[in-house]
């Protein structure tokens, strides 16, 4: 079942649901999202291990890769990789749509294509998914309310995944050490356990998750400094030492490249 929507002075909607079973590990979450109010409304998304389908109902959002979007840049029913850096997004009161989040090991099941093919970019539903894709968006249209919505969008990627390829064993096992570790393991450590060279566990990566290792580290260390945070940690250093960061400035270089601003501005915009 779905979680109770926002409240209702905000302008807009948002129900999730938590999918288990047979796509535990493969989606993370499946988001409702619906604008309830013609106001503009601009968001930043951090770097982060979720590879996204997005099938909308109304107005396109306005998204850029690390940069401000512009007109040019509005994009309805799309997929996207992972990419490490931030994501600015702005919609303007009418955008309306469903988001399925998939695992970076759970999307090469769904999309059955090398995730590098994704990465650093947004491409558009049917370009991604084809016929199946233009029936799922009818389908999700059609029906009024997010709890058959879900259901919907949950036996759509069932479909799929079992003619999916699984990523390799070796590239699950490497994958469970870097968050395990909370990014800190060594790349060398990674390809001498998976038996590979550096270039060619990089390349597998690619292929498989859509970026390579040490960018798939940075991530996962970076989000842990991030839950940090959020949990209640105040000193950027403490936080740093703790995430192994080399030392504070290092963790706000990082906060630049993969926020877009620095450790103060990101808490102060988390926190309106």
Known sequence: MSSPALPDARPFEMVESRPGGLLRGIVTRITGYRETARKHIRMRETASL?????????????????????????????????????????????SHCLQIDFSPLGARRFFKFPMHEL??????????????GAALRERLGNTPDWDTRFA????????????????????????A???????????SRLAVGA???????ADRFNAEIGLGPKSIARIVRFNRALAAARAGGEDWADIA????????AHLTREFQALAGISPAAWRAETAA
């Open 50 to 94: 979720t590879v996204p389908l997005i099938i909308s109902f109304g107005e396109p959002f306005s998204i850029g890769l690390g940069r401000d979007p512009t007109e040019a840049d509005r994009i309805a029913s799309f997929a996207a990789g992972l990419y490490a850096g931030p994501v600015l997004i702005e919609s303007f009161g009418a």
């Open 152 to 175: 919907l969008a949950i036996d759509f990627v069932a479909s799929r995944i079992g003619a999916g390829k699984t990523p390799s064993a070796e590239i699950r096992e490497a994958y």
């Open 177 to 187: 050490r870097i968050d395990a570790s909370g990014g800190q393991v060594s790349v």
């Open 195 to 201: 038996g590979w060279t550096r270039k060619h566990l």
């Open 119 to 132: 990465a650093d970019r947004m491409v558009l539903l049917d370009d991604v998914l084809g016929n199946e």
């Open 241 to 248: 030492a703790g995430c192994g960061y080399a030392d504070q």
